[in-house]
Nanobody, 113 residues
Framework: QVQLAESGGGLVQAGGSLRLSCAAS??????MGWYRQTPGKQRELVAT???????NYADSVKGRFTISRDNTKNTVDLLMNTLKPEDTAVYYC?????????WGQGTQVTVSS
């Protein structure tokens, strides 16, 4: 029943930054994550955060991305720094593991060389 809405994507030059936001219509007590999807590639879980705020990152983004959540506001953010062209994808938030009915529209991130 919870709905998720992603925002904040856009077009950015390599080396730039973006902050993605995910707003949930209700409380989610599970761990949350940011996923990215590129046509022809497997969906990749790039960052996770537990309800209590413990984080983990894929090696490909470690040191560049920061995930955070505010459980009072039901939001999950992803700060992306030092963006690379290979970060180009549609980014989605969802619980970890994902729930099929939680997928939102996603937000497109395009990083140019």
């Amino acid at each position: 029943q919870v709905q998720l809405a992603e925002s904040g994507g856009g077009l950015v030059q390599a080396g730039g930054s973006l902050r993605l936001s995910c707003a949930a219509s209700g409380s989610i007590f599970n761990a949350m994550g940011w996923y990215r999807q590129t046509p022809g590639k497997q969906r990749e879980l790039v960052a996770t955060i537990t309800y209590g705020g413990i984080t983990n990152y894929a090696d490909s983004v470690k040191g560049r991305f920061t995930i955070s959540r505010d459980n009072t506001k039901n939001t999950v953010d992803l700060l992306m720094n030092t963006l690379k062209p290979e970060d180009t994808a549609v980014y989605y938030c969802n619980s970890v593991p994902w729930r099929d009915n939680y997928w939102g529209q996603g937000t497109q991130v395009t990083v140019s060389s």
